[in-house]
């Protein structure tokens, strides 16, 4: 152990994990998907989701990640099941793949703090001039990517927690001053309304496939990282307590980023929000729309839209870090190199194939139309496309394969044994007899489903729902 480092303290990994969670997915990610369609409904499915079939999977993450205090394929090969490492392989893919356009959009991010303290409001209209000054940009993406992966240099309690700890308390509180000072706003109420009142006529198979596939990667699962981060965690903690936690925090940002963001919503709409004045989904929704809200509120409007991007990229950091960690452990683990050179050379090796997604929105032709799926009318970017090959198969198959594999590979009673570490009240209890359910049957058929809807309808054209 001495050697691989550790978490401090069982709060601290609690940080770390909810530090990975909590990033663009909740923050700009969640509240798109709810302005999107459904709404309140799409938040009632996502929490649900978050809860019994999301949390179960993070708990087996962890646990398969401290039994074997290994990164995701050499915890396959020390359980004893050398041909399941190939699942790890596709966890560290992802990391890879996602981390690659992650930091693009961060790069955006941290750009707009600029933006945003020089009052230039006009931005709203130039995003796309902006995301084509290609050299710029690359230039944030490179800083965020150099913080990155100093943070990560620094070991598991020296820098990834460390950073986590100081982080996360930062954006929470960030996160409810701004949400008091939405609150102020004319027609916040009417954001409220459409938020939080759920239309359950608005459910449908479409809504209760991305609030999965949302709660899924704002939980950070199917790649890994959470294997990774369980292997530094200590035998004395409570893996489903500590998990808990975890989804709570990462549930609780997402919640109050909704609470932050359809006030504003429901302010510049005058009320009407629903109405598609305004773009409330996908990046528009926090590059093109969120400033526009923050040139009318007047005085305060750089203050407020400069701290909202700076939240926004600790957001982001807490989550870059683990994304970097996963391809790291695997280096310095299973190829023996030691951890400051592996950090910047996989760091400098993922900087170097997200160019493509940096370039592909508008900069460069082919990259910006680099894909007609089957059926589609318009091209897909290659930041779209990666997206769609990682954050949305990818991830969904590995967590699906994960899963299976505990339950029915490696078995539910080793699986049991290692949660009962640190929890001695586990073995016969109720949850217990949930989590093996859920394990066995219900998880890997829901992401097993989530996978082939998405392979089938997003590169095939064929739409099942
Ligand atoms: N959960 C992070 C977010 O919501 C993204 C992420 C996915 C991080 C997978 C690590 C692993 O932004």
Same mark, same amino acid.
């Given at each position: 152990?001495?050697?691989?480092?550790?978490?401090?303290?069982?709060?601290?990994?609690?940080?770390?994990?909810?530090?990975?969670?909590?990033?663009?997915?909740?923050?700009?990610? *969640?509240?798109?998907?709810?302005?999107?369609?459904?709404?309140?409904?799409?938040?009632?499915?996502?929490?649900?989701?978050?809860?019994?079939?999301?949390?179960?999977?993070?708990?087996?993450?962890?646990?398969? +990640?401290?039994?074997?205090?290994?990164?995701?394929?050499?915890?396959?090969?020390?359980?004893?099941?050398?041909?399941?490492?190939?699942?790890?392989?596709?966890?560290?893919?992802?990391?890879?793949?996602? /981390?690659?356009?992650?930091?693009?959009?961060?790069?955006?991010?941290?750009?707009?703090?600029?933006?945003?303290?020089?009052?230039?409001?006009?931005?709203?209209?130039?995003?796309?001039?902006?995301?084509?000054?290609?050299?710029? %940009?690359?230039?944030?993406?490179?800083?965020?990517?150099?913080?990155?992966?100093?943070?990560?240099?620094?070991?598991?309690?020296?820098?990834?927690?460390?950073?986590?700890?100081?982080?996360?308390?930062?954006?929470?509180?960030?996160?409810?001053?701004?949400?008091?000072?939405?609150?102020?706003?004319?027609?916040?109420?009417?954001? /409220?309304?459409?938020?939080?009142?759920?239309? @359950?006529?608005?459910?449908?198979?479409? %809504?209760?496939?991305?609030?999965?596939?949302?709660?899924?990667?704002?939980?950070?699962?199917?790649?890994?990282?959470?294997?990774?981060?369980?292997?530094? %965690?200590?035998?004395?903690?409570?893996?489903?307590?500590?998990?808990?936690?975890?989804?709570?925090?990462?549930?609780?940002?997402?919640?109050?980023?909704?609470?932050?963001?359809?006030?504003?919503? +429901?302010?510049?709409?005058?009320?009407?929000?629903?109405?598609?004045?305004?773009?409330?989904?996908?990046?528009?929704?926090?590059?093109?729309?969120?400033?526009?809200?923050?040139?009318?509120?007047?005085? @305060?409007?750089?203050?407020?839209?400069?701290?909202?991007?700076?939240?926004?990229?600790?957001?982001? /950091?807490?989550?870059?870090?683990?994304?970097?960690?996963?391809?790291? #452990?695997?280096?310095?683990?299973?190829?023996?190199?030691?951890?400051?050179?592996?950090?910047?050379?996989?760091?400098?090796?993922?900087?170097?194939?997200?160019?493509?997604?940096?370039?592909?929105?508008?900069?460069?032709?082919?990259?910006?139309? *680099?894909?007609?799926?089957?059926?589609?009318?318009?091209?897909?970017?290659?930041?779209?496309?990666?997206?769609?090959? #990682?954050?949305?198969? /990818?991830?969904?198959?590995?967590?699906?394969?994960?899963? @299976?594999?505990?339950? =029915?590979?490696?078995?539910? =009673?080793?699986?049991?044994?290692?949660?009962?570490?640190?929890?001695?009240?586990?073995?016969?209890?109720?949850?217990?007899?949930?989590?093996?359910?859920?394990?066995?049957?219900?998880?890997?058929?829901?992401?097993?489903?989530?996978?082939?809807?998405?392979?089938?309808?997003?590169?095939?054209?064929?739409?099942?729902?």
């Amino acid at each position: 152990m001495a050697t691989r480092g550790g978490f401090s303290s069982r709060l601290g990994f609690i940080a770390a994990a909810a530090g990975s969670a909590v990033g663009l997915g909740n923050i700009w990610g *969640f509240p798109a998907e709810v302005g999107a369609g459904g709404g309140g409904a799409f938040v009632l499915m996502y929490l649900i989701f978050c809860f019994i079939l999301c949390f179960p999977v993070m708990v087996t993450e962890i646990a398969i +990640g401290r039994k074997t205090q290994k990164n995701p394929v050499g915890a396959f090969n020390a359980l004893g099941f050398r041909k399941w490492n190939f699942v790890g392989k596709i966890g560290i893919l992802s990391g890879f793949l996602i /981390l690659s356009f992650y930091n693009v959009i961060a790069g955006w991010a941290f750009g707009y703090i600029f933006e945003m303290a020089t009052s230039n409001f006009a931005i709203a209209e130039q995003f796309s001039a902006f995301k084509m000054q290609v050299f710029k %940009v690359g230039g944030y993406g490179l800083v965020f990517m150099v913080v990155t992966a100093y943070t990560v240099s620094k070991g598991i309690s020296g820098g990834i927690e460390k950073a986590a700890k100081f982080l996360m308390p930062a954006l929470i509180i960030m996160m409810l001053v701004l949400i008091g000072y939405s609150f102020t706003l004319e027609n916040s109420g009417a954001g /409220l309304a459409f938020y939080l009142l759920p239309d @359950f006529s608005k459910i449908n198979g479409v %809504v209760m496939y991305n609030a999965l596939g949302q709660a899924f990667f704002s939980l950070s699962l199917g790649m890994g990282a959470l294997i990774t981060y369980g292997s530094y %965690v200590s035998k004395k903690d409570n893996i489903i307590s500590s998990a808990a936690l975890i989804t709570l925090a990462d549930v609780g940002v997402a919640v109050l980023a909704g609470m932050l963001i359809f006030p504003l919503l +429901g302010f510049i709409t005058e009320g009407n929000i629903g109405d598609g004045q305004m773009a409330t989904a996908g990046p528009d929704l926090i590059f093109v729309t969120l400033p526009k809200v923050f040139e009318q509120i007047g005085s @305060f409007g750089a203050v407020v839209g400069a701290g909202f991007f700076v939240l926004l990229c600790f957001a982001a /950091l807490t989550s870059t870090v683990s994304l970097l960690e996963v391809p790291v #452990a695997y280096v310095v683990d299973e190829k023996g190199i030691k951890r400051n050179r592996a950090v910047w050379l996989v760091a400098g090796f993922i900087y170097l194939i997200g160019i493509p997604s940096l370039i592909g929105n508008g900069y460069s032709e082919f990259f910006t139309n *680099f894909i007609t799926y089957i059926g589609a009318d318009s091209p897909t970017s290659f930041l779209g496309f990666i997206g769609s090959v #990682a954050n949305d198969s /990818l991830l969904p198959l590995g967590g699906c394969l994960i899963v @299976f594999f505990a339950a =029915h590979v490696w078995k539910k =009673h080793n699986l049991d044994a290692e949660l009962s570490v640190g929890n001695p009240s586990y073995e016969g209890s109720f949850l217990q007899k949930y989590l093996n359910f859920t394990i066995s049957y219900v998880a890997p058929l829901a992401l097993g489903v989530i996978f082939i809807l998405t392979v089938l309808g997003t590169f095939f054209g064929i739409h099942l729902i």
